[in-house]
């Protein structure tokens, strides 16, 4: 079967920087993705890796090791509007079907 | 530019009762996506729309969910009846699925759905 994982929930302080993680094991492997989720809001992109090593954007940096199933989330100098959940979501192949994993509960603290 | 646009944002009824929802995609997107999603969960797929076409609807309970999108835009999803398990929020999402496409999702802001 298909499984991706990732921590429940991760508590930082402002102004710090703060990795979430993600493993996954699927069939197929056609791109990451890292969505952001405010409570009550719809998911919105923030990046895709297909190949391996960093990509950053501004405070938010992602990166993917394709042998090891593995991806991680950086984000920087945090901010109390980062407190979302985090979605880490694989594309299987071709026909573009998404895994999602069931997010990481990010809380902020002063 | 307008983004994906959903309908109703709430909906509260009673087990049994049939329900609807509505959603209008970004202009030009062909690729559309009802996911439905649980408290504390990342988003499952029910279906996927290529213009109007359902290339995959494997996980849409067909027995009490059904759906549509009429001439390749707007979309209605329906459950009838509902069920005690069906209160979650459901999101509508598009894609433009052509070029360089990358696969990002465009979300609406979803319909929450409360089944008494």
């Known amino acids: 079967g298909q499984n991706i994982d990732q921590p429940t929930e991760m508590t930082a302080t402002e102004g710090a920087i703060v990795q979430i993680n993600c493993t996954y094991q699927?069939?197929?492997?056609?791109?990451l993705f890292w969505y952001q989720q405010h409570a009550g809001e719809a998911p919105t992109f923030l990046s895709y890796?297909?190949l391996d090593g960093l990509e950053e954007k501004g405070r938010f940096s992602s990166f993917l090791s394709r042998s090891k199933g593995y991806s991680y989330l950086l984000l920087k100098e945090l901010q109390m509007k980062d407190s979302a959940s985090y979605l880490c979501?694989?594309?299987?192949?071709?026909?573009?079907?998404?895994?999602w994993g069931a997010g990481t509960k990010l809380i902020i603290k002063p | 530019e307008a983004g994906v646009v959903q309908s109703p944002r709430y909906k509260i009824i009673e087990k049994k009762q049939p329900v609807a929802f509505w959603c209008n995609p970004i202009?030009?997107?062909?690729?559309l996506y009802w996911y439905l999603q649980n408290l504390g969960q990342g988003p499952e797929l029910l279906i996927r729309?290529?213009?109007?076409?359902?290339?995959?609807d494997s996980q849409l309970p067909k027995d009490r969910f059904s759906a549509e999108r009429l001439k390749g835009v707007d979309s209605t999803l329906k459950i009838q009846p509902a069920e005690l398990g069906d209160s979650a929020v459901y999101l509508c999402?598009?894609?433009?699925?052509?070029?360089?496409?990358?696969?990002?999702?465009?979300f609406g802001e979803g319909s929450r759905l409360t089944v008494l």
């Open positions: 729309y290529e213009n109007e076409e359902a290339v995959d």
């Open positions: 999402a598009s894609s433009p699925f052509e070029g360089d496409y990358t696969g990002e999702l465009f």
């Open positions: 979501a694989v594309m299987m192949d071709s026909n573009y079907q998404l895994i």
């Open positions: 699927t069939s197929g492997f056609n791109g």
């Open positions: 890796n297909v």
């Open positions: 202009s030009g997107h062909n690729t």
